[in-house]
């Protein structure tokens, strides 16, 4: 790994387009490449960012021998191919949620990373949160309890357009990959690994799903009740509910600000930490200290909870008729 760890950036979208900023909150990190399936792309993207090169195709970055780390943030059932040939070329890897399309591509992935040992970490920037992280310590520390539910939703009303990424099923579209993995990996962070997971909703005419309410079992009792919807907005909140008390996150609870912590018998406190440049910068950070310190994964984001996540999504989109299938063809 050089003094200085550069990046590539996989796919010119638009999180791709809010992330790039976000380096210049990052010591000893640069993006210095970027590649598209169409050079015309990468070109302007390159120019837009002040990146040294452009690659006209996913192959080429990957074998780019000055590129250390790939942030992957093309379409959700691109990610399984990409990933597969950037480890096996050695190469460290970011990759936008949802992880894979399905929960068999996600297994193969990390097989595959800990099998060459190369840093691997699913981009949820939540869990990098100021916000989530006091959140975390406090529920920690035991300030409300034993945590018995959490509640979150996350939903935006947007047109049906069958072409458009958001709604059309072969690019990954739902509310599921796109806006249920936050309110679901929000639950897993606090809860753990689910021992039931019952999905309800309904689909568009393309068959992607429209909408969620997705209820999480545990053998002991604990609960989390989570929505997420394309065809309605939400408000974005969401509770953890423990036994001495409660915390409310205020929206939007997947990148917020401002909680609220409710101790029994003790008046509200409301807590501000705010993020660093657009949010994006913690998750990068986290990235670059692990790849200085030698490590394969993030304690935080640890693979594991991936996992655990994509297994939930999986399950749901079973329940819901919903069909993912990996993009094996992308390279």
Not at 50 to 69: F, N
Not at 100 to 128: C, I, K, P, S, Y
Not at 235 to 246: K, L, S, Y
Not at 273 to 289: D, F, K, N, S
Request: glycine share 10%.
């Amino acid at each position: 790994m050089s003094e200085e760890i550069r990046w590539g950036i996989v796919g010119p979208g638009r999180i791709a387009e809010s992330v790039l900023p976000d380096f210049a909150h990052v010591p000893g990190s640069r993006a210095v490449a970027v590649a598209s399936r169409s050079q015309e792309r990468a070109d302007a993207f390159a120019a837009r960012h002040g990146l040294e090169r452009a690659h006209g195709s996913y192959a080429s970055i990957i074998d780019d021998p000055d590129v250390d780390v790939l942030y992957l943030a093309t379409p959700h059932p691109q990610h399984h191919a990409i990933a597969m040939a950037a480890l096996r070329a050695g190469k460290a890897l970011l990759v936008e949620k949802a992880f894979t399309a399905t929960t068999a591509g996600a297994h193969e992935v990390v097989d595959l990373a800990r099998e060459t040992g190369t840093f691997v970490m699913e981009a949820m920037w939540t869990r990098f949160q100021p916000a989530v992280v006091a959140v975390r310590e406090l529920v920690a520390d035991g300030a409300i309890g034993e945590v018995r539910s959490v509640q979150a939703d996350l939903g935006v009303a947007r047109e049906y357009d069958p072409v458009d990424r958001l709604f059309a099923l072969e690019l990954g579209g739902g509310a599921l990959l796109d806006l249920g993995v936050y309110v679901v990996s929000f639950a897993q962070m606090l809860l753990g690994a689910p021992d039931r997971v019952v999905a309800t909703g309904s689909a568009f005419p393309s068959g992607a799903d429209a909408e969620a309410a997705i209820l999480l079992g545990y053998d002991d009792g604990r609960n989390a009740a989570l929505t997420t919807s394309l065809r309605y907005a939400l408000p974005g909140t969401a509770r953890v509910v423990g036994t001495t008390g409660w915390i409310d996150v205020l929206p939007r609870f997947h990148h917020p600000q401002t909680f609220v912590l409710h101790r029994t018998g003790a008046e509200p406190e409301e807590i501000t930490r705010p993020q660093t440049g657009a949010g994006y910068a913690h998750e990068l950070i986290e990235v670059t200290e692990c790849l200085r310190a030698g490590r394969t994964e993030s304690a935080v984001m640890p693979l594991a909870d991936t996992l655990a996540v994509q297994e939930v999504l999986g399950q749901a989109a079973e329940q819901l008729g919903v069909r993912h299938a990996e993009d094996r063809a992308v390279l």
